[in-house]
């Protein structure tokens, strides 16, 4: 296994258009749908960091930000935010993307966890992330502290245990 991966290396871009039966009730792109398609969009940008099949562990933060009407291109771009030992943490942004009025607007966030598995379904160790760019760096930092408020909420950690949680509640972080 190669010791770091950029997180470039996992970016992966899903474009695609609305359809009638992909809509909820006023006619904008179902939350649903788009939770599936992020999921699998994150997932690719996983396995692409990782080389190893790989299973959602938890769905951490999705924001819905702006409607996605029937008919929009929709692009969705996933990368890897950081790496810890076998789980992963994929951030997927989603995009309106209007080539009539060449505007791009984005719309939704997804914070996702992945684990990398054998052929059993056990976790196995994953390459580590080397952030560049700003945003990327940022997001690394970050993920540590989401990665403990997720294992607290899903009951795997107790919030005593927590280091990154309470730098941010004593204002060191
Ligand atoms: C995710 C899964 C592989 C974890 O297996 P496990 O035996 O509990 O393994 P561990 O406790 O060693 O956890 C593995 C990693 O996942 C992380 N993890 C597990 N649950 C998590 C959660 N809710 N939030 C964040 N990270 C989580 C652990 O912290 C650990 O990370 P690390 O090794 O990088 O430190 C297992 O629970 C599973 O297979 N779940 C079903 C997945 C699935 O089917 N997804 C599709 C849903 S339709």
Redesign the pocket.
């Given at each position: 296994m190669k010791k770091k991966k950029k997180a470039s290396e996992s970016l992966t871009l899903m474009t695609n258009i609305v359809l009638p039966n992909e809509t909820n009730s006023l006619r904008n792109l179902f939350g649903g749908e788009l939770l599936s398609r992020m999921d699998r969009c994150a997932s690719i940008s996983a396995s692409r960091h990782s080389e190893r099949r790989v299973?959602?562990?938890?769905v951490?933060h999705v924001s819905f930000n702006e409607p996605i009407p029937e008919g929009s291109v929709v692009v969705l771009e996933s990368k890897v935010s950081r790496?810890?030992?076998?789980?992963?943490e994929v951030y997927v942004d989603v995009w309106l993307d209007d080539p009539i009025h060449r505007k791009k607007i984005h719309t939704n966030t997804g914070i996702y966890?992945f684990?990398a598995?054998d052929q059993f379904?056990?976790?196995v160790p994953?390459a580590e992330l080397q952030p560049e760019t700003q945003e990327e760096q940022e997001r690394y930092k970050a993920a540590l502290r989401r990665?403990e408020l997720?294992?607290i909420?899903?009951g795997?950690m107790k919030p005593t245990e927590s280091i990154e949680l309470k730098k941010l509640f004593a204002g060191e972080a």
């Open positions: 299973v959602t562990a938890s951490n790496a810890f030992s076998t789980s992963m966890t684990v598995v379904n056990k976790p994953v990665k997720s294992l909420l899903s795997r």
